[in-house]
C-alpha cells in the first residue's frame, strides 16, 4: 500500500529485454526460494514439537530426531491429556480468564469513559498512574499482594487469581479504551443529554456500544494475556488441582521428566486456546496489538 | 418546568426522592465489602465470602461448603448497586429502580434466614463481622423501600420527560465512574508499589512479623551479592538484544511484507505465530531443541559430524544466549505487527515526492521512512524495555536461573519464595522498579508533552 515501491524497481527503467525479464524472473523466483526457506526455519521449533509429539520416545532414542519416524503415535497426546491433567489445567484456565476478562473491561471502560469525557480534577493525574502502571514489573507487586490475598482468606483459590488480573490488566484497559472513547464525537452525547437522558444511561446506551470494536480487540488479546500468564500462577497458588495450564506445564515438566513426546505433546494442547482465538478472531488481536501503540 | 429548575438549585432538595437511593447505593457497596473483605463465617479468615463462592461455585476439591447460595450476596450486591445508581443519575428511573433495590435486599434477606436460625448447627455457620454488615445493609435496603414507595407513587401519576433533574451534584458524575475502578487499583497496585518499598528495610520471612533493619538488605544487595551482578548483567544484555535483533529484524520484516505481494499473508502470519504461544510453551519447546544428546540442533550436528557438540543450556557460557534467543523469536513478531501498523499510516503522498525530487532507496528509507516511523520507534523500544526487565517466564522454565542465566525478576522470586527471604527479595523488587521507573519515566514525560498539545 503505502510504501509499496521502497522494494520495487525504479520507475525510469529501459524498457525490458528478454534477457533483463528472465533474469528478474529468476530474481522472483530466488526471493521467494529464500523467503520460504526462512519462513520454514523460523517455524521449526513448532514443527519439531508436532513431530515430537507424534513419536515415541524410544523411537526418538534409537533412531535419533533426524529420521524418518516408524509409526505415527496420538498416544502422547492422551497421556498428557489425562494421566498429565492437562484437561483439568485447561478448565483452570478458562475458570480463571473468563471471569478476570469481564471485569476488568467492564471497570475500565467505566474509569476510561470518565477520564475520555468529563473535565475535573486530577482527571490527567488519574489516567498517568494508569498509563505508569501497565509499564509496572510484577515483582514490585508479588509480596504484597501475596501477603493481602493470604490475609483475606484468597490465597491458593481462583479468586485471588481472578482479582489480581482483573486489577493489573485495569490500566492498560483504561489506557486504550479512554484513546478510542476520545475519537468519539462529542455532539451525540451533547444530543442524547439535552433529551434528558442520564449520565450512566449515555455510558451504557451510547458510549458501551460505540466502543465495541475496541473492547473486542482488546477482549482477545487480554483472552491470550492472562490465559499464558505463569507468574501469578506460581505465586498464588499452592493446590496442584487449581493450577492453570501455564503452571501445570511445569508440573508436567517434573512428572515426565524426559518424556519429552507427552510433554511436546502437553505444551501443544496448551496452546490450542489461544491458537484457536488466534486463527478466528486475527483482526482483533492485531487490532489489539496495535492499539495500545496506534497514538 | 420552572418550578423544577428552582428547585434544582439545592442537591438537598432531592432528598425526599434519592435519600433512599442513595442509602441502597452505600448499603449495596458495605455489603460487597463486607462480602470480599470481611471474614464471611466464623472466625477463620480463609472463610472469606469470595473464597466459598469460588469454590461453591467451581466444585473446587476442598471447597468449604456452607450454603450452596451464597453467591446470591454478591450478585444481589452488584444489581442493587447498578439499580440505585441507575436511580440516582435518573430521577424519573428512580420510581422503578428503587424497589427493584428493594427487592434484591428481601431476596437476600431470605437467603440470610436459614443461617441465622441454624446459626449453632454447623461449625462454619457462626456469623462473623460480614455477616452481620451485609444483613444490616439488607434491612436497610428493605427500610428504603418503605421509605421511597409514597414518593414513587406520588410521582408515577406525573412523568416529566425532557427535565433533567439530577439530584447528585453535577461534579460528582464523573467520580462515581471512576471510584470503583479506581479504589480496586489502589488496593491492588499502587498500595502494593509503595508497600514493597517498606518490606525492602524489614526482614520478613513469609510468617513473622516483620522487623524494620534499616538499609541492611540492600548492603547486603550491591556489596556482598555476586548473584545480584550477574542478574544485572544478565539484565542488560537482555535489553541491549532486544533492543538491537528484534527492532531491526521486526523493520525489516515490515517493510518487506509491507509491500503487495504473492503469499505475503501466510509468510506474515508464520512470523507472528510464535506471539501466541505463552511463554512456558516456548520455554519448553526451546529447551527441547537445545536437549544435549537428543536434541533437534545437537543431533543435526552430529549427524554434520561435529564431535565437539556445545551443551547449550547446560553451558555457563551458552546458557543465557539461549534463553535470550527463545525470547527473541517471540518479539520479533511483535514488532513486526506494531511497524506493519506504523507503515499503514504512513501518507503515500510523502512517499511520491521524495521519488520526485529523486530520492535513491536508501535515502527514502532514511529521511523520509524512519523520521515518519520515529513514535512507533519510540514505543517499540520501550516496549522492549520493558519486557527484558520483565524476563522471568523463560529462565524459570529453562533453568531455574542455573547455569548463569539469572535474571533480577527471577533472583527476586527465588530469594522470596524458595528461600523465604521476602524482605531481600522486596529490595530486588525495589532495585528492579527502580531501573524500570527511569524508562517509565522517559515514557511518560513524552506522553504528557503529546497529551497537553492535544
Request: net charge positive; aromatic share 14%; charged share 10%.
Amino acid at each position: 500500500m503505502a510504501t509499496q515501491s521502497i522494494k520495487t524497481q525504479p520507475i525510469s527503467r529501459p524498457a525490458p529485454t528478454s534477457v533483463s525479464r528472465a533474469w528478474k524472473r529468476f530474481l522472483t523466483f530466488l526471493f521467494y526460494f529464500l523467503l520460504t526457506a526462512a519462513t520454514l526455519i523460523w517455524l521449526t521449533p513448532v514443527l519439531a514439537a508436532v513431530i515430537t509429539s507424534l513419536r515415541t520416545m524410544d523411537d526418538i532414542t534409537i533412531n535419533g530426531f533426524w529420521s524418518w519416524p516408524r509409526e505415527i503415535v496420538f498416544s502422547n497426546f492422551e497421556r498428557a491429556w489425562t494421566t498429565a491433567r492437562v484437561s483439568k489445567y485447561l478448565l483452570n484456565s478458562f475458570i480463571i480468564t473468563i471471569p478476570a476478562l469481564i471485569g476488568m473491561l467492564f471497570l475500565s471502560s467505566l474509569s476510561a469513559f470518565a477520564l475520555a469525557r468529563y473535565r475535573f480534577r486530577g482527571n490527567l493525574f488519574i489516567y498517568f498512574i494508569y498509563v505508569a502502571g501497565t509499564m509496572l514489573p510484577f515483582q514490585i507487586l508479588l509480596l504484597p499482594v501475596f501477603r493481602l490475598t493470604n490475609a483475606l482468606g484468597l490465597y491458593d483459590s481462583y479468586g485471588a487469581l481472578i482479582l489480581i488480573h482483573t486489577t493489573f490488566q485495569l490500566g492498560f484497559c483504561t489506557f486504550v479504551l479512554r484513546n478510542f472513547m476520545r475519537t468519539v464525537p462529542g455532539e451525540i452525547m451533547d444530543a442524547a443529554r439535552v433529551d434528558g437522558c442520564s449520565e450512566f444511561r449515555i455510558y451504557w446506551q451510547i458510549m458501551l456500544p460505540l466502543t465495541l470494536p475496541a473492547l473486542a480487540a482488546l477482549a482477545t488479546l487480554q483472552f491470550t494475556w492472562v490465559f499464558n500468564d505463569y507468574l501469578w500462577a506460581i505465586v498464588l497458588l499452592r493446590s496442584d488441582v487449581l493450577r492453570p495450564v501455564t503452571a501445570g506445564l511445569a508440573t508436567l515438566r517434573g512428572q515426565f521428566n524426559t518424556d519429552w513426546p507427552v510433554i511436546t505433546s502437553g505444551a501443544l494442547l496448551a496452546t490450542i486456546p489461544t491458537l484457536i482465538v488466534f486463527i478466528f478472531l486475527q483482526r482483533y488481536f492485531i487490532q489489539g496489538l496495535t492499539l495500545g501503540s496506534g497514538k | 418546568m420552572q418550578q423544577t429548575l428552582s428547585r434544582r438549585s439545592t442537591w438537598f432538595d432531592g432528598w425526599d426522592f434519592s435519600g433512599p437511593n442513595v442509602m441502597a447505593l452505600l448499603a449495596g457497596a458495605v455489603m460487597l465489602f463486607a462480602f470480599f473483605f470481611l471474614p464471611w463465617f466464623g472466625d477463620n479468615v480463609s472463610n472469606n465470602g469470595a473464597r466459598i463462592m469460588v469454590d461453591i461455585l467451581y466444585e473446587a476439591p476442598g471447597a468449604l461448603r456452607t450454603e450452596a447460595l451464597i453467591w446470591l450476596i454478591p450478585v444481589v450486591a452488584v444489581a442493587t448497586f447498578a439499580a440505585t445508581l441507575w436511580g440516582a443519575m435518573a430521577p424519573e428511573q428512580a420510581r422503578i429502580a428503587s424497589p427493584l433495590a428493594s427487592l434484591l435486599g428481601l431476596t437476600t434477606l431470605l437467603y440470610f434466614a436459614p443461617a441465622l436460625g441454624r446459626a449453632g448447627a454447623h461449625p462454619l455457620l457462626t456469623p462473623g463481622a460480614g455477616f452481620w454488615t451485609a444483613f444490616v445493609c439488607a434491612i436497610a435496603m428493605i427500610l428504603q423501600f418503605v421509605l421511597a414507595m409514597p414518593a414513587v407513587v406520588e410521582r408515577s401519576g406525573a412523568p416529566q420527560r425532557g427535565v433533567r433533574r439530577s439530584h447528585l451534584p453535577q461534579w460528582l458524575t464523573p467520580y462515581l465512574f471512576i471510584a470503583p475502578p479506581l479504589i480496586l487499583y489502589a488496593i491492588w497496585i499502587l498500595g502494593p508499589t509503595v508497600y514493597t518499598m517498606y518490606l525492602s528495610l524489614t526482614n520478613w520471612d513469609g510468617v513473622s512479623t516483620p522487623q524494620f533493619i534499616g538499609l541492611a538488605n540492600y548492603e547486603r544487595l550491591f556489596m556482598r551479592d555476586r548473584n545480584f551482578v550477574e542478574s544485572l548483567v544478565n539484565n542488560l544484555r537482555w535489553l541491549v538484544v532486544f533492543i538491537l535483533v528484534p527492532t531491526s529484524m521486526g523493520l525489516g520484516l515490515a517493510l518487506l511484507f509491507n509491500n503487495e505481494m504473492w503469499g505475503g499473508r501466510f509468510y506474515k502470519v508464520s512470523f507472528y505465530a510464535p506471539l501466541v504461544l505463552s511463554l512456558p510453551v516456548i520455554g519448553l519447546i526451546w529447551a527441547w531443541l537445545y536437549n544435549p544428546r537428543l536434541g533437534l540442533i545437537n543431533s543435526l550436528l552430529s549427524m554434520m559430524g561435529v564431535t565437539n557438540l556445545p551443551g547449550w543450556l547446560g553451558s555457563r557460557d551458552l546458557a543465557i544466549w539461549c534463553v535470550i534467543a527463545a525470547a527473541v523469536w517471540r518479539q520479533v513478531g511483535y514488532v513486526m505487527v506494531l511497524y506493519l501498523a506504523g507503515l499503514k499510516n504512513v501518507d503515500p503522498s510523502y512517499i511520491d515526492a521524495a521519488r520526485v525530487d529523486g530520492a535513491g532507496r536508501l535515502a527514502l528509507f532514511r529521511h523520509v521512512v524512519m523520521p515518519l516511523l520515529a513514535p512507533v520507534t519510540t514505543i517499540v523500544i520501550v516496549i522492549s524495555i520493558i519486557d527484558s526487565l520483565r524476563a522471568f517466564d523463560l529462565v524459570s522454565i529453562m533453568t531455574r536461573g542455573g547455569q548463569g542465566t539469572q535474571v533480577l525478576a527471577n533472583f527476586m522470586y527465588m530469594e522470596a519464595f524458595n528461600n523465604y527471604r521476602m524482605g531481600y527479595g522486596a529490595a530486588i523488587a525495589v532495585v528492579l522498579f527502580a531501573i524500570s521507573m527511569v524508562f517509565i519515566a522517559f515514557y511518560l514525560s513524552r506522553a504528557i508533552r503529546d497529551e497537553l498539545e492535544y
